[in-house]
């Protein structure tokens, strides 16, 4: 089971740090991933992060601004965003990838995963 949390209502320029917490097994053993679900649209990735935590993705278009991470000691992945926009206002979910074993520094399908938390609302105002 994966849990989000850090999600509310921020200005223009704010930061939140979301984290997804695994419980039943470790994460250790996934790939994973955040993605993000504005209202009438269709989910999309937003980053990865590699089973050790060694290596992490960002879609190019939010470079700069966020940053995936994990540790796995406590079995948490976090999503810091910083600079937040209006156009970041969203459902943002984690999800985990048992199956791949190479980590290519591309976007993931969501059909690539395994399990899926239940979503945290970002809301950013002008």
């Known amino acids: 089971q994966l849990v989000e949390s850090g999600g509310g209502s921020v200005q223009t320029g704010g930061s939140l740090r979301l984290s997804c917490v695994g419980s039943?097994?470790?994460?250790?053993?996934?790939?994973m991933a955040w993605f993000h679900q504005a209202t009438g649209k269709e989910r999309e990735f937003v980053g990865k992060?590699?089973?050790?935590?060694?290596?992490?993705y960002l879609v190019d278009s939010l470079k700069g601004r966020f940053a995936i991470s994990r540790d796995n000691a406590k079995n948490t992945i976090y999503l810091q965003m910083d600079s937040l926009k209006v156009e970041d206002t969203a459902v943002y979910f984690c999800?985990?990838?048992?199956?791949?074993?190479?980590?290519?520094?591309?976007?993931?399908?969501?059909?690539?995963?395994?399990?899926w938390g239940q979503g945290t609302q970002v809301t950013v105002s002008s």
């Open positions: 999800a985990a990838d048992g199956g791949s074993v190479l980590f290519p520094q591309e976007p993931t399908s969501v059909r690539q995963f395994d399990y």
């Open positions: 992060v590699s089973k050790g935590g060694t290596m992490t």
């Open positions: 039943g097994r470790s994460l250790s053993t996934f790939t």
